[in-house]
T-cell receptor, first 112, second 112 residues
């Protein structure tokens, strides 16, 4: 089955700096890659997603890039704010309705 | 418009007991997936229900079973509870072939 690895496990940045989280996947059939933000004690919330026919997608301060050849995708957060502090999970799926394989999460701390 | 609703929010059970967790999907969603999230880990796929049938199953033993009702709500049953079953159980709903999941807030199960 699919194996998703996520790095780093923890990340601390100064407010206003950028944060980058990287994930790799093993199954070349995967073609949908969502990113979820989970604040302490709350539900995971979808923040951005990308399909394999697209190399990059941006939504305000958040962007995701995908390299199908290398089987890796990354989350980029610019101009970080303290409210960006949370655990971020990447995931991979063969299609949007299928089971998601999640990474182990990155705990992001934005220092004011 | 209600999102995904899970009950109960917290539960404490003794080893060997049985537990039933409940999920009401987001209005208009017809597919329900269940995930187990151990502390500090990413969610792990248990199974998915569509049209009242289990459509996909992750690597979980038969002690984990489920059901989907005609109104799309779903139950997760776990028999013969083990200490290792202690986790946050997340329900996610989606549209068949739709975009991504909407997660519920989860049920925190503690087995003592």
């Amino acid at each position: 089955g699919e194996n998703v690895e996520q790095h780093p496990s923890t990340l601390s940045v100064q407010e206003g700096d950028s944060a980058v989280i990287k994930c790799t996947y093993s199954d070349s059939a995967s073609n949908y890659f969502p990113w979820y933000k989970q604040e302490l004690g709350k539900r995971p919330q979808l923040i951005i997603d990308i399909r394999s026919n697209v190399g990059e997608k941006k939504d305000q301060r958040i962007a995701v890039t995908l390299n199908k050849t290398a089987k890796h995708f990354s989350l980029h957060i610019t101009e970080t704010q303290p409210e960006d502090s949370a655990v971020y999970f990447c995931a991979a799926s063969i299609r949007t309705g299928n089971q998601f394989y999640f990474g182990t999460g990155t705990s992001l701390t934005v220092i004011p | 418009d209600a999102g995904v609703t899970q009950s109960p929010t917290h539960l404490i059970k003794t080893r060997g007991q049985q537990v039933t967790l409940r999920c009401s999907p987001k209005s208009g969603h017809d597919t329900v997936s269940w995930y187990q999230q151990a502390l500090g880990q990413g969610p792990q796929f248990i199974f998915q229900y569509y049209e009242e049938e289990e459509r996909q199953r992750g690597n979980f033993p038969d002690r984990f079973s489920g059901h989907q009702f005609p109104n799309y709500s779903s139950e997760l049953n776990v028999n013969a509870l083990l200490l290792g079953d202690s986790a946050l159980y997340l329900c996610a709903s989606s549209l068949e072939l739709g975009l991504g999941y909407t997660f519920g807030s989860g049920t925190r199960l503690t087995v003592v």
